[in-house]
């Protein structure tokens, strides 16, 4: 099965290569539009052998890592919070709905302004845009633990704790590793969005300069590269499901 997905894979990204140059020769289009996946190859040794590339994608991990963190963690605490306790989902869900309504990049340029245009504002960018997908599945993981369960827990006098840790936190992990999937991607687009808005550095800056150089190669490496971080984050997240989910799949034999 994995044998067959991995020439699915390998498959399609050939088809689509082939794709690629035919548009190319049949589209007669200039570099400047549409380069021909030779040109962006070329590119992208270019600046692999001047290093330039792994200075912008050491930053941009940095900004997504920290972000993804951050927003993570303040996620858990608020979710389980709301979960928990409905005058706290009345007091913050009107806040926490009304974040989501406004785009990211009318936020960011403020955050930017306000806390410069340094590492600080990108993660914290990344952050607010993993925050909501996170906190909204740790409330439906915490709620979805059947009321049997927990009076099953009172009734063996277990602590807080102990239900936090041997029966909340194992019944909602499905739901919040689902959500956590959807915030390593999106950690990714806020990071670039802040690099977008103001930044010396990082692949959305490496995107801003070859778009005002006419450089549509250097575009098509940052992206590249770009989807391929993200990739390997939700991969990431996917093997951490694998590992922390063996008992899920033990029961269901």
């Known amino acids: 099965m994995r044998s067959r997905r991995i020439i699915l894979l390998f498959a399609s ?11 190319i020769i049949f589209g ?3 570099r ?6 030779g040109d962006v190859l070329k ?3 270019e600046i692999v052998r001047d290093g330039s590339l792994y200075r912008h994608l050491l930053t941009t991990l ?9 927003g993570v963690s303040v ?3 608020l979710g389980y919070l709301i979960a928990k306790s409905r005058w706290m989902e009345r007091l913050l869900s009107p806040y926490i709905v009304a974040s989501q309504s406004v785009p990211m990049v009318a936020i960011a340029p403020l955050l930017v302004i306000w806390f410069g245009p340094g590492m600080l504002s990108k993660v914290l960018i990344a952050a607010l845009i993993v925050v909501f997908p996170v906190l909204v599945n740790t409330v439906v993981g915490v709620r979805a633990v059947p009321e049997d369960l927990h009076a099953l827990m009172r009734s063996l006098q277990a602590t807080r704790w102990q239900t936090l840790r041997l029966l909340e936190i194992p019944a909602a992990l499905p739901v919040f590793l689902g959500g956590l999937r959807v915030g ?8 670039v969005v802040g690099e977008f808005v103001g ?8 995107i801003n300069v070859g778009r005002g150089l006419y450089d549509t190669a250097l575009v098509f490496v940052a992206v590249f590269v770009l989807i391929s971080m993200a990739l390997v984050l939700y991969g990431t997240v996917v093997l951490l499901e694998a590992r922390l989910l063996t008992w899920q799949r033990r029961s269901g034999d």
Request: without cysteine.
């Open 32 to 37: 400047f539009i549409l380069p021909s996946p």
């Open 28 to 30: 007669d289009f200039p």
């Open 62 to 70: 940095k900004e997504v890592l920290l972000g993804l963190t951050l």
């Open 199 to 206: 930044a010396d550095s990082g692949l959305g800056f490496l």
């Open 184 to 191: 390593a991607t999106l950690a990714v687009i806020g990071a």
């Open 75 to 77: 996620a858990t605490v």
């Open 43 to 45: 590119r992208f040794l």
């Open 13 to 23: 990204m050939t088809g689509l290569l082939i794709a690629w140059q035919l548009l």
